[in-house]
């Protein structure tokens, strides 16, 4: 068992440290690790390539790490940053992430003709990843830009919008059967009546767990939050919820509380730790044979989800008064997917949708992945490109008008 | 200085924009690993012209040297060198001092010993007010617990100390 594991650790430090020497995010990396040495690993010339195998630890090691994501995304969130500029990130972010769902659910519901796939692929293929969009941002020397503050304020709307997205998605799934709705949506409402609860009475909660962690050793404070964490999981079970949903709920309540900045620090070490075997876990359950049948849909997926991230990024920067090069670099910023798609792939995984959901999400990360980076970079070219156009455009009105005067 | 403006990044950290007279801008980003970034934005310019990446210890003595910590221009020095002469004091007054009984005019506090009342402040006795006598005129008596503001020169004003509190300094 111990084998196992630190020939995992071994490979996710390989890739940890390959992303961070040619200064990417290392996702993608884990990822294809944990296709190409797991257990579906190719044979070449008779020799197996599969070194780890995806065991009960690596599993409860796995799961831990969506957990410690999950609880760490939210404890990071800050409703008073968000309730500074709530107005523009609210309405960025319904444009942005409205318009990219419902593509996502048409396109699901093209390929699939069923319910819990369209859901399944619009949730992959809706939330663009913070860790990935962000790494990139510091990379193109952007963070100063003004309009990153709107990229980053619609992230934050995001990741509020997929905890909605998995209590209901999850709620469907586990009770899918004639009248799956009515489940769905009940999980829905209560995931709003706790983001609700969250949002009204945040600082009076904060302070009910002040009471609990306040003044406690470091060690008491990591234990007790982390049994938190294990209670958050196991009632949001109880309530038919995705776990990760407890998990992110959880994380949002103890950001109001003192300790915050605190379990922020002791937490980031287990999210780095767990995470990186959840990604390698991920990939370990693909069979890159499959590749070949999902490339269609991978293709259009990925098509679709750059030209409509670069429709909806820049109609929410034109709403949000964002003009010119700041609204497509908006638009181009935002494209590459990362953890939600995976989780939610697990998700429809552990609920036994079979029909390639996971080596479609796995090869479209993939694929973003390496084509957001471009994107970013070009946007200005892509920007001085819609400029010669317009341009074009002007001059030929011009001269249409110009015999006449 | 057109004013400074402070945003949150979440998920990166903490940014500071600078607006400078000129019209250019400098933006400041504290990261939450704790690097800074420094940003300048030319005139009418939404891309940064450059930047440069600190570490913490490095953005601490940059912001040391550029706060005067380590070397202060001419013009500062000369400054501090007018104010240095001029000392302004607060003095108790003491029951069994020189000055009691005495107005600001008997004294001549100015014409012999170059120092200026600035304002007496008095106790309240049982639970009344403060109350305060700004620049006072030359007949207010000094009384024993007045609190006195006196401006002069420093050596002046060790002389008025003596005769206020007893003490010298």
């Known amino acids: 068992m111990l084998v196992n594991l630190s020939i995992i650790f071994l490979l996710a430090s390989l890739a940890i440290l390959i992303a961070k020497k040619i200064k990417y995010c290392s996702i993608p990396l884990l990822i294809l690790l944990g296709i190409f040495l797991g257990p579906n690993a190719p044979q070449f010339w008779g020799t197996n390539l599969s070194l780890i195998q995806n065991s009960e630890s690596v599993e409860l090691l796995s799961r831990l790490g969506v957990l410690f994501l999950l609880f760490y995304l939210g404890l990071e969130f800050s409703i008073s940053g968000v309730v500074r500029n709530s107005k523009t990130i609210i309405k960025g972010g319904s444009i942005y992430t409205g318009l990219n769902f419902l593509r996502g659910l048409a396109l699901g519901w093209f390929f699939f003709h069923s319910w819990p796939f369209a859901l399944a692929v619009a949730g992959i293929t809706t939330v663009s990843s913070s860790a990935i969009v962000t790494r990139l941002l510091v990379e193109a020397k952007r963070t100063a830009n003004p309009e990153t503050e709107l990229i980053l304020g619609i992230m934050v709307y995001e990741d509020i919008f997929m905890v909605f997205f998995l209590s209901v998605f999850s709620a469907y799934l586990t009770a899918q059967s004639s009248s799956a709705w009515l489940p769905a949506v009940a999980g829905g409402l209560i995931t709003l009546a706790f983001l609700g609860a969250i949002f009204f009475l945040g600082q009076r909660l904060g302070i009910c767990f002040d009471r609990l962690l306040n003044k406690q050793s470091a060690e008491a404070l990591v234990v007790v939050a982390f049994t938190f964490l294990l209670a958050s999981a196991v009632l949001a079970e109880a309530a038919r919820l995705s776990e990760t949903v407890g998990a992110l709920l959880l994380g949002l309540i103890l950001a109001e509380t003192s ?71 908006i638009a181009g910023a935002m494209i590459a997917r990362g953890e939600f798609a995976i989780i939610v792939a697990g998700l429809a995984a552990s609920a036994g949708m079979a029909g390639g959901l996971q080596p479609f999400a796995a090869l479209y990360v993939l694929v973003l992945a390496l084509v957001s980076p471009v994107l970013m970079k070009r946007s200005r070219a892509l920007y001085n490109f819609f400029l010669r156009l317009r341009k074009i455009a002007v001059k030929t009105q011009e001269r249409e008008i110009s015999p006449g005067a | ?28 980003v504290i990261y ?39 070397y202060q221009p001419k013009m500062l020095e000369r400054l501090e060198m007018a104010i240095a002469e001029l000392r302004i004091e ?18 001549h506090l100015r014409k012999n010993l170059g120092v200026t009342v600035i304002a007496i402040l008095e106790e309240g006795q049982k639970g009344k007010k403060k109350t305060a006598a700004i620049n006072p005129g030359p007949g207010f008596v000094f009384a024993p617990g007045q609190t006195v503001v006196v401006a002069g020169k420093a050596g002046n004003i060790e002389q008025f100390q003596e005769m206020a509190t007893g003490k010298g300094a």
Not at chain 2, 55 to 68: F, H, K, L, M
Request: glycine share 12%.
């Open chain 2, 90 to 107: 607060w003095l108790k007054v003491a029951p069994d001092a020189q000055v009691v009984g005495k107005s600001i005019g008997d004294l």
């Open chain 1, 259 to 329: 300790q915050a900045k605190k379990l922020v620090q002791m937490f980031t070490p287990f999210r780095d730790l767990f995470g990186a075997v959840f990604f390698l876990s991920f990939g370990m359950q693909i069979d890159y044979r499959y590749f070949l049948t999902v490339v269609d849909i991978t293709a259009w997926a990925a098509g679709l989800t750059i030209a409509g991230n670069l429709l909806a990024g820049v109609l929410s920067a034109w709403a949000c008064g964002y003009r010119g090069a700041a609204a497509v670099n």
């Open chain 2, 32 to 70: 939450d690993e704790g690097h800074r970034e420094l940003f300048y934005f030319p005139a009418h310019e939404s891309e940064p012209a450059f930047s440069v990446t600190l570490t913490d210890q490095e953005a601490r003595q940059i912001g040391s040297i550029i706060g005067g910590a380590f």
């Open chain 2, 1 to 28: 200085m057109g004013g400074i403006k402070e945003a949150e990044l979440p998920g990166l950290g903490k940014k500071y924009q600078v607006e400078l007279e000129s019209g250019e801008s400098v933006v400041v």
